[in-house]
T-cell receptor, first 113, second 111 residues
Framework: AQSVTQLGSHVSVSEGALVLLRCNYS??????LFWYVQYPNQGLQLLLK??????LVKGINGFEAEFKKSETSFHLTKPSAHMSDAAEYFC???????????FGKGTMLLVSP | NAGVTQTPKFQVLKTGQSMTLQCAQD?????MYWYRQDPGMGLRLIYY???????DKGEVPNGYNVSRLNKREFSLRLESAAPSQTSVYFC??????????FGPGTRLTVT
């Protein structure tokens, strides 16, 4: 079975500070990993994905994530937070040929001025 | 392109009532999904349809039924609503499972 664990249900940063949202996965086979973002009262949208190509993946809005097999991690980062980044972020995992995603419980990012 | 649309946006039911949540996508995707989102629980898969004519149970299927009406439409039915089904319901579609496109959600309250 596959699973993801997101450390911290809430993360608070100041505008301009580094954003780091943590995701660790468990998978018996090479995983495909994703970060989705959910703005208030909206559905989820894909930020970025890792599907076994480059381990450093760049996404929309300046976010990036690095796949580290030795640490079973796929942490999401952004060098400088904007107020508009305030949202809930979900890490998800699947594997090649599998029909569904397994989502983490989410991390709410709060950005203060 | 409207993407994934869901109706209704909001619904209040009494315990024991039934209702159907509608979902449609205009991206010609093969796969469609129904999730529920509860605070602190993330998204949990209720049912999915990997292709037209097939449906499969997800993590939390009890109390729900689905119909893949055609390639565009995938409905979720609550036959006898319970307060535990109070949630936000999301429909999604994808060509493969790797990038799922989500609808805006339906907020359901069961009293």
């Amino acid at each position: 079975a596959q699973s993801v664990t997101q450390l911290g249900s809430h993360v608070s940063v100041s505008e301009g500070a580094l954003v780091l949202l943590r995701c660790n996965y468990s998978s018996s086979v090479p995983p495909y990993l994703f970060w989705y973002v959910q703005y208030p009262n909206q559905g989820l949208q894909l930020l970025l994905k890792y599907t076994s190509a480059a381990t450093l993946v760049k996404g929309i809005n300046g976010f990036e994530a690095e796949f580290k097999k030795s640490e079973t991690s796929f942490h999401l980062t952004k060098p400088s937070a904007h107020m508009s980044d305030a949202a809930e972020y979900f890490c998800a995992v699947t594997k090649r040929g599998y029909s569904t995603l397994t989502f983490g419980k989410g991390t709410m990012l709060l950005v203060s001025p | 392109n409207a993407g994934v649309t869901q109706t209704p946006k909001f619904q209040v039911l009494k315990t024991g009532q039934s209702m159907t949540l509608q979902c449609a996508q205009d991206m010609n995707h093969n796969s469609m999904y129904w999730y529920r989102q509860d605070p602190g629980m993330g998204l949990r898969l209720i049912y999915y349809s990997a292709s037209e004519g097939t449906t499969d149970k997800g993590e939390v299927p009890n109390g729900y039924n689905v119909s893949r009406l055609n390639k565009r439409e995938f409905s979720l039915r609550l036959e006898s609503a319970a307060p535990s089904q109070t949630s936000v319901y999301f429909c999604a579609s994808s060509e493969d499972s790797y990038e799922q496109y989500f609808g805006p959600g339906t907020r359901l309250t069961v009293t």
